[in-house]
């Protein structure tokens, strides 16, 4: 079955750039999707189809997808960034999570 | 406001049942594939059922095949995910989810409901 690979963690400065990767064989034939959870929270779409924003999404975040590697970028990390995020893709009619990077601002 | 509302969670002994309800409202619900995505405490998401506008397709991750029956009811705007054989590793919150499939994501979340399965 398919399976994506994210980090456990990345940790950032405020202000800086975060990037959080996924990884996948052949992913890059595929489409990506990326999702930001804060606690207690249900998950909130950030990125799809590789590079999309949805409307509300600040510009900082964006999105590329390659080979066999996606990765959400974070552009001027604030401290409002810090959450965890998923990666997901499609399966045929299946879908597929990354296990989840969580994201500290420090 | 485009809502999901989730009910049905609580505490279930292990091979017993459990159905969960989602209640959709403000958007045309029989337009749009759905599914139900979980959570066990302290991990991520796994998605569990797909299920299409009409009800016609239907899909499962492998590890609930034959336990789990995803429904809908598109009249009363209802998604059901009906749970049998419960194991200790179905205790998750489950989410209700939309999918929009022309971008082929979940855009609309419920809040999610607790299910518990202990002895």
């Known amino acids: 079955s398919y399976e994506l690979t994210q980090p456990p963690s990345v940790s950032v400065s405020p202000g800086q750039t975060a990037n959080i990767t996924c990884s996948g064989d052949?992913?890059?034939?595929?489409y990506a999707w990326w999702y930001q959870q804060k606690p207690g929270q249900s998950p909130v779409l950030v990125i799809?189809?590789?590079?999309k924003r949805p409307s509300g999404i600040p510009e900082r975040f964006s999105g590329s997808n390659s080979g066999n590697t996606a990765t959400l970028t974070i552009s001027g990390t604030q401290a409002m960034d810090e959450a965890d995020y998923y990666c997901?893709?499609?399966?045929?009619?299946?879908?597929?999570f990354g296990g989840g990077t969580k994201l500290t601002v420090l | 406001e485009v809502q999901l509302v989730e009910s049905g969670g609580g505490l279930v002994q292990p091979g017993g049942s459990l159905r969960l309800s989602c209640a959709a409202s403000e958007f045309t619900y029989s337009n749009y594939w759905m599914s139900w995505v979980r959570q066990a405490p302290g991990k991520g998401l796994e998605w569990v059922a797909n299920i299409k506008q009409d009800g016609s397709e239907k899909y499962y991750v492998d590890s609930v095949k034959g336990r789990f029956t995803i429904s809908r009811d598109n009249i009363k705007n209802s998604l059901s995910l009906q749970m049998n054989s419960l194991r200790a590793e179905d205790t998750a919150v489950y989410y209700c989810a939309r999918v929009e499939a022309s971008q082929g994501v979940f855009d609309v979340w419920g809040q999610g409901t607790m299910v518990t399965v202990s002895s």
């Open positions: 799809y189809q590789d590079t």
């Open positions: 052949k992913l890059g034939d595929k």
């Open positions: 997901q893709t499609w399966d045929s009619s299946t879908v597929i």
